[in-house]
């Protein structure tokens, strides 16, 4: 089940970030995310208090987490972003975790289909979303769903990681 995330979720959704940190410890890397700077469980409890905060479940344990809202990154300007969308009028998909111990269950892809529900439901007509160039699952994931390649570029996020994503956009 995927639900909005509730205070009590926030020890879970920072766990699973930090279960990320720990897998690319050990490598290899899919994110260029720092451990203590970004995704934190400050982040995520920015985004309940946002109110677009969801989280994935099953029997009571958190598999996945991700921030659901329509605020595009001033880099998403120099985008050749191809589905015409008015700016509320497009959802973003950020910070999109699935725990490494529940990799491989298809959860990613129920998360991004119920991105793109609740979207529709805002009245959303365009999808948006980056990831680093380096996340191979992910930069294979959004193509098998639909999702075009719309460009990549450097990013300057949060003010201190600077990296190339690849953006990706999807008609609703």
């Known amino acids: 089940m995927i639900r909005k995330a509730a205070a ?3 020890p879970a959704a920072a766990a699973i970030y ?3 940190f720990d897998q690319e410890d050990r490598g290899p890397a899919y ?3 720092m451990r203590g700077s970004y995704p934190t469980g400050e982040d995520a409890r920015k985004a309940l208090e946002a109110g677009t905060l969801y989280v994935g479940e ?3 344990v958190l598999w996945g987490v991700v921030n659901l809202n329509g605020v ?3 880099e998403y300007g120099e985008i050749p972003w191809s589905v015409p969308a008015a700016e509320d009028q497009v959802g973003v998909i950020h910070t999109l975790c699935i725990h490494p111990a529940q990799a491989g269950k298809g959860y990613a892809k129920q998360m991004v289909a119920f991105c793109e529900e609740t979207a529709r439901a805002l009245g959303k007509t365009a999808m948006r ?3 680093w160039e380096g996340n191979a699952p992910a930069n294979h994931l ?3 769903l639909g999702y075009r390649f719309a460009g990549s570029t450097e990013f300057f996020f949060q003010g201190y990681i600077r990296e190339i994503l690849n953006c990706y956009e999807k008609k609703l």
């Open 18 to 20: 930090e279960a990320i």
């Open 31 to 33: 994110t260029n995310w």
């Open 142 to 144: 959004y193509p098998s």
């Open 72 to 74: 595009q990154l001033p």
């Open 129 to 131: 979303l980056d990831t």
């Open 58 to 60: 099953e029997d009571g």
């Open 8 to 10: 009590a979720d926030l």
